[in-house]
């Protein structure tokens, strides 16, 4: 028995906390079946060897089974304080084990007035039109005593990245990431007491546009949305042996100079002239006698907010698998997986000679390099070289989204060791996988989570490569299951859901984006951006998310109002009539249309599209986040207002039903979507239930393929599946022609597509106007991949996987499918093989954790070779409905019927 990933707030030994009462995690390793933990014991230190006289809190020997988001419970913390802590567990047999390593948290700054930095700029002047050169500041300073600790808080507004005596400081780039910096800016917190040495040090720090003032969308003036001059935070604590210490902050005693990076702009990419580089700048060998005084910015330190989120990071370097050259004679590089990030590129040639790299996600039919769908934007990095034999370049404040990179102004022969893909992202820990026997549902399943990783950089983008990479809510909101599968998304959505609650109307009305940088609708001329159904619905539906994947309640607390909010915002605009028809609304956003099926010689389906009435939609969703929030509400003691939305949700289906369906159970919309919102919704009237399931199924039968958007998608399956179609269901996931989720991989897709035909059949693209290759709402099937085809599904009476179902779903022609997901309490996997007339399920439950299998009903269901009946490991068994459910405690167990 051994514990082990004690983790505070999900990370493991994270710095800069700014909650008074941390949450602790850890998880028990055993080969003993059925083990559970009966009792804990937690004791928190200053000190690591975590003796009597250092200790903080020692919360006793606790009679609990608890051993996820344990809250602190000792003395008061301050800023900077580090605590270090451990636990001991007790099973139900009454053995014991501590854990072997010492976890720690360390506290970030509390209190505003604790920031004695000042915020510091450059003294010339900006063009604020376009992308100006990055300014470098640079401290020097002394170290005269030994050193217990260092510590860095820095923030910036723009992006920035550090260094210390010549090397660069931690390892995250795009900090201080994105947030509305008018009202929260994140600062990090870095342990550099290895980085100082006695004598004469240096701090440096280089900043660029970032979200700050750079380019940022495709409306017009969309520079400078928080502000036209970037401008660093820097505060550095050093704390000595004997007890004094020093404190180094940023004011008008340092210098900044202009370098070699002469433009840093996210969409249009980096300039970079090699023969301005600043050598050894950041070292105390270097003269800054040329370089000028920074000057204070006013700007304010009340918004500060230490970082929740994952920080992003360099996660993985690909090479190129082709160089090759394009029929107009471009001199391409296919790294053969559409990504985000940047190229390392290794170079000589002579002194000013430019090169430049684009890049593109596709080429076009012809072969040739494909940027249209770009839109506004170059995505171009610029490399002028100083002539000093091999260079190596990576570009700092700029990402691009793409596959093929375009090298122009190099005469010499290329090859492919000359570039590397350097991939970007929130470094979210990946925790699922799902395999089948399908090689084109396995691709599936890896376009899902290259979709994901490109599009979680700091916030949920819709797409990495054009002139938009915003946060959608809509998209967040249907893709967060899946999401949450793949990767632990806990602290990624944790640090948004609060950039959503900032940018938040005070009448509840939710933003399209977060942050929310588009005004007055972007142009578009349909709302001021704000209070669509679908959209705004992630305030309420995420945090259920992330309660029912980690059993966090923590998160329900801190959106209770914004949750509310966006409830009682569809309350009031919803009249009498309980219909939410008002403002603006996307509807089931590019759903299957006429102009489709014309155009691509499909057979001629005599109607108009797959139009679903808005209304429609948006009173199903005021229905379903209102349950939502019925349900939080009484998890975290709102029980007046539970109890109002109680009476209210009756009232609501039946307005839906009166308004939207027949008497005869059709629905005023007669779509796939519509028909699969409302079964999974569960808005339809019980006696309706079959009829509307049996026209859902027709519907998809009669066009033997799905004709679901944005909003239709995510639920489509579902709604086949779990009312008795699963064999439809199957059929949509292995369609292979248009549209499909496995046609665009039959035109060469490593990621999922914003359309379901952004390459039509005859190889021609979609508009340019709205066409991305990485666009993750699609990708949402993954969650059904998860939980009914492989079958792991969580309990919401004991959500977080505290008890795991687990109930497959076989058919579609699969032989074997098998997932896994690393929960809160450790792995949890599920897995099916058929051969011949018996199939084998084997289950993986972890430790301090139950599990039901739910399976047809069978005379021959066996465990560990005998009949489920007559098996030891048996908690219990239940039969209903022509299933057998079968208790489980922790184990790896394989079942046969």
């Known amino acids: ?90 099973d139900e047999n009454g053995k014991s084990a501590k854990s072997h390593e010492t976890a720690f948290w360390e506290m970030g700054v509390l209190d505003v007035f604790e920031w004695k930095a000042n915020w510091i700029t450059y003294p010339w002047g900006n063009n604020i039109s376009e992308s100006s050169a990055s300014p470098f500041f640079r401290k020097s300073f002394g170290v005269e005593k030994e050193i217990k600790s260092a510590r860095i808080y820095a923030a910036a507004l723009g992006l920035y990245e ?17 947030t509305n910096y008018h ?23 280089v900043l660029g546009d970032g979200w700050y003032r750079g380019h940022y969308g495709w409306w017009e003036n969309n520079r400078n949305t928080y502000g036209d001059t970037i401008a ?34 996210i969409y249009d990419g980096e300039t970079y002239n090699a023969n301005l580089e600043l050598t050894g700048w950041s070292t105390s060998k270097y003269s800054d006698n040329n370089w000028q005084r920074a000057k204070t910015y006013a700007h304010s330190k009340e918004v500060l907010v230490s970082s929740e989120g994952d920080p992003v990071r360099r996660i993985q370097e690909i090479k190129p698998i082709d160089v090759f050259l394009t029929p107009k004679g471009e001199q391409v590089f296919d790294l053969g997986q559409n990504m985000v990030g940047w190229v390392r590129l290794q170079i000589s040639g002579q002194k000013g000679q430019t090169i430049v790299l684009r890049f593109a996600e596709v080429l076009d039919q012809e072969g040739n390099f494909y940027t249209d769908n770009l839109r506004n934007i170059e995505c171009t990095d610029r490399y002028i070289l100083k002539g000093a034999g091999l260079e190596v370049y990576e570009p700092k404040f700029t990402f691009h989204g793409f596959r093929f990179v375009m090298i122009e102004g190099h005469s010499e022969e290329v090859s492919r060791e000359m570039i590397t893909g350097i991939v970007v992202h929130s470094d979210m820990q990946l925790i699922g996988s799902f395999e089948c026997s399908e090689p084109m549902i396995n691709q599936l399943q890896s376009n899902i989570q290259w979709g994901q990783k490109g599009n979680f ?41 609060k950039d959503l609650a900032t940018e938040q109307k005070e009448d509840g009305s939710v933003p399209w984006v977060v942050p929310n940088n588009i005004v007055d609708g972007g142009g578009t001329g349909w709302s001021d951006g704000y209070g669509a159904t ?37 309350i009031r605009h919803s009249g009498e009539e309980l219909v939410f028809d008002y403002g603006f609304h996307f509807g089931d956003w590019l759903s299957f249309a006429e102009y489709y099926s014309y155009h691509y010689n499909a057979p001629d389906y005599g109607y108009a599209g797959a139009h679903t009435e808005k209304a429609l939609i948006a009173t199903a969703y005021f229905y379903y986040s209102a349950g939502l929030m019925e349900k939080s509400a009484r998890l975290i003691d709102e029980k007046a207002y539970a109890d109002e939305l109680n009476d209210l949700l009756p009232k609501i289906k039946a307005a839906w039903n009166r308004e939207f369906m027949t008497r005869t159970g059709r629905l005023v919309s007669s779509t796939q979507a519509a028909y699969a919102i409302g079964l999974v919704f569960g808005i339809v009237d019980d006696e309706k239930l079959d009829t509307i399931s049996q026209r859902l199924a027709d519907d998809v039968n009669h066009f033997g393929h799905l004709t679901t958007g944005f909003l239709g998608t995510p639920v489509l399956n579902y709604a086949l599946s779990d009312f008795g179609n699963q064999d439809l269901a199957f059929m949509l996931l292995n369609n292979k022609r248009y549209p499909s989720w496995l046609y665009p991989i039959t035109k060469g897709a490593t990621t999922i597509w914003e359309r379901w035909d952004g390459i039509k059949p005859d190889g021609t693209f979609q508009t340019v106007g709205m066409n991305s290759f990485n666009h993750y709402a699609y990708g949402a099937i993954g969650e059904w991949l998860y939980s009914r085809v492989a079958g792991i599904r969580i309990d919401p009476e004991k959500p977080g996987y505290k008890n795991v179902l687990f109930q497959p779903l076989l058919g579609g022609g699969l032989t074997f499918a098998k997932a896994s997901i ?27 954790c139950t599990g039901t299998v739910i399976l047809p009903d069978k005379d021959e269901t066996t465990l560990g070779g005998k009949l489920v009946e ?28």
């Open 1 to 90: 028995m051994q514990i082990i990933n004690l983790k505070s707030e999900y990370k493991c030994n994270p710095l800069g906390l700014s909650t008074p009462s941390p949450r602790l995690s850890w998880e028990v390793v055993t080969d003993e079946r059925g083990w559970k933990q009966r009792a804990y014991r937690i004791t928190a230190s200053t000190s690591s060897s975590l003796d009597t006289e250092t200790l903080i809190w020692d919360s006793g020997r606790l009679e609990s089974d608890q051993s996820i988001h344990v809250e602190y419970a000792g003395s008061q913390l301050t800023s900077g304080q580090r605590v270090y802590w451990g636990v001991e567990v007790w």
């Open 162 to 178: 550090l260094e210390l005596n010549g090397e660069k400081v931690g390892n995250e780039v795009f900090t201080p990431g994105w």
């Open 183 to 205: 009202q929260r800016i994140q600062y990090q917190v870095y342990d550099v007491t290895k980085q100082l040495a006695q004598g004469e040090n240096v701090v440096g720090a």
């Open 232 to 265: 660093l935070l820097l505060q550095l604590e050093i704390e000595y042996i004997d007890g004094t210490g020093l404190m180094v902050i940023s004011d008008e005693s340092w210098k900044t100079s202009k370098g070699p990076i002469l433009k840093s702009d």
């Open 457 to 497: 950089l700091d916030v949920p983008t819709d797409c990495p490569q054009r002139d938009e990479r915003l946060g959608w809510t809509g998209d967040a909101q249907v893709f967060a299951p899946t999401a949450s599968f793949n990767f632990n998304t806990a602290p990624f959505f944790t640090k948004w859901l």
């Open 534 to 570: 679908g959209w705004a619905d992630a305030a309420v539906i995420i945090p259920w998310t992330l309660y029912q994947y980690y059993g966090d309640t923590r998160v329900l607390q801190e959106q209770y109002d914004s949750m509310k909010g966006w409830v009682d915002y569809m």
């Open 822 to 848: 690393h929960t809160m309490y450790g792995k949890v996997s599920a897995g099916w093989e058929v051969k011949g007339d018996k199939t084998s399920y084997t289950v993986e439950i972890p430790p301090n």
């Open 870 to 897: 007559e098996s030891p490991d048996v908690i219990a068994i239940h039969r209903e409905n022509k299933t057998v459910e079968i208790n489980l405690g922790s184990g790896i167990y394989t079942l046969f019927f």
